[in-house]
């Protein structure tokens, strides 16, 4: 992502809820998103900056699934965010063999300021946003 693209995220999450939660965040700090229920990311998404993915809440087919989105959306940055870190940091290992953007693998629980600030971290400086949510 380079230096004033404006950052658009796709949420990949089952959880209605903590999805709607932390799209309604990442719009409280200027970062259009979107969210997607399906590992497999089907529609007509414009261009993200950004893939979150929640693997966890998906089978446990999930590591293809993310390795399907990372080579769909091999311009962007992909966060995982997960409780088998060392799995996906493994799988992380593998994806960066191949040439795609960035992939960064964060611990759950997580606070939403730390999901925003790796969603802005190449694109702007973090603003100010009112509330911390945990996802």
């Known amino acids: 992502m380079s230096a004033g693209t404006t950052p658009f995220a796709l949420i990949v999450s089952r959880n ?30 414009r261009r993200p900056t950004t893939v979150v993915v929640f693997p966890d809440e998906f089978s446990a087919l999930s590591a293809d699934g993310v390795r399907r989105l990372a080579r769909r959306f091999s311009y962007a940055t992909v966060i995982i965010v997960t409780f088998a870190l060392a799995f996906y940091e493994g799988l992380t290992r593998k994806l960066e063999q191949q040439p795609s953007g960035q992939v960064f693998v964060l611990p759950l629980p997580i606070w939403g300021w730390a999901l925003i600030d790796r969603v802005l971290v190449s694109n702007r400086p973090t603003q100010a946003c009112q509330t911390l949510p945990t996802f």
């Open 16 to 45: 209605t809820s903590d999805a709607e939660s932390l799209q309604s965040y990442f719009q409280l700090c200027r970062v259009e998103a979107v969210i997607c229920s399906r590992m497999d990311a089907r529609g007509d998404f």
